[in-house]
């Protein structure tokens, strides 16, 4: 049984197919990278996964069971859950208040809000936010809303983790910091990553396989260094030249 896999997943809209046909699975523990250029529909597929989206074709399968159709809450609460491009807190809620929510409503959700608060606590810890818990979310930079957003995914418990573009926008610095938290969520909670990321230097560092899309198909998947050696993903992705 595979932990996690799309299979022959197609997404219409109209006259424009966003996703054609893309199959790949995600073994339990794996950090799978998911790369194309803008428009590939990377985002699209991670909507179609996590239910914000209806495929027009196509099965999602996560630990054995057909979540096809199923609502985000739902599927949350089997214990898949994703971060979102653009970071969307409740701006006038302090951090605490943030991640808290995600303990109260997500996989196997805590009723008794002080012990949710101290959970969520230890989460803003793990993420080093904990000298912010009390700070209102819009008062944030950048670097610290994407690690809160990080953090109330954390609080649902997740089995699986979507991740899209936490690192987009962050300093050298910022984004290695980020990218010991992504490996240390894997290791120390276990929980399996499924990373949509443009910054090849990331996807090579973090990564134990990368899939490829290019205007809506899967166009080659395999080790970071196999996909850095693609020609094919080479010209369609970087237009012939693919830095690290």
């Known amino acids: 049984m595979k932990f996690f896999e799309v299979i022959n997943i197609s ?5 424009l197919m966003a996703l054609n046909k893309v199959d790949f699975a995600v073994d339990e523990g794996e950090i799978v990278g998911l790369i194309g250029a803008n428009g590939a529909g990377k985002t699209t597929l991670f909507n179609v996964v996590n239910g914000y989206y209806r495929p027009t074709t196509g099965i999602v399968r996560f630990r054995g069971e057909d979540i096809t159709g199923m609502k985000p809450p739902d599927i949350c609460k089997r214990g898949m859950v994703r971060t979102f491009q653009v970071v969307r807190p409740f701006r006038n809620m302090s951090v605490l208040r943030n991640v808290t929510v995600g303990k109260l409503f997500g996989r196997d959700r805590i009723l008794v809000k002080k012990e949710a608060e101290r959970e969520a606590l230890s989460i803003l810890e793990f993420v080093g936010l ?25 609080a649902c418990n997740p089995h699986l983790l979507l991740l899209d573009e936490v690192l987009a926008g962050l300093t050298a610095t910022e984004m290695s910091q980020a ?3 992504v490996s240390q969520i894997r290791q120390k909670l276990n ?6 990321e443009h910054v090849m230097k990331a996807v090579v560092g973090l990564c134990d396989r990368v899939v490829v899309l290019h205007y809506g198909s899967k166009i080659a998947e395999g080790t970071p260094k196999e996909i850095t050696e693609h020609p094919e993903v080479m010209e369609a992705y970087l237009g012939g030249t693919l830095e690290i």
């Open 191 to 196: 929980v399996t990553i499924l990373i949509v």
């Open 130 to 154: 904990s000298d912010k818990r009390d700070v209102i979310a819009e008062e944030l930079t950048l670097v610290e809303l994407k690690r809160m957003e990080v953090a109330r995914a954390l």
């Open 11 to 15: 997404k219409g809209f109209g006259g």
């Open 179 to 181: 990218m010991e938290i």
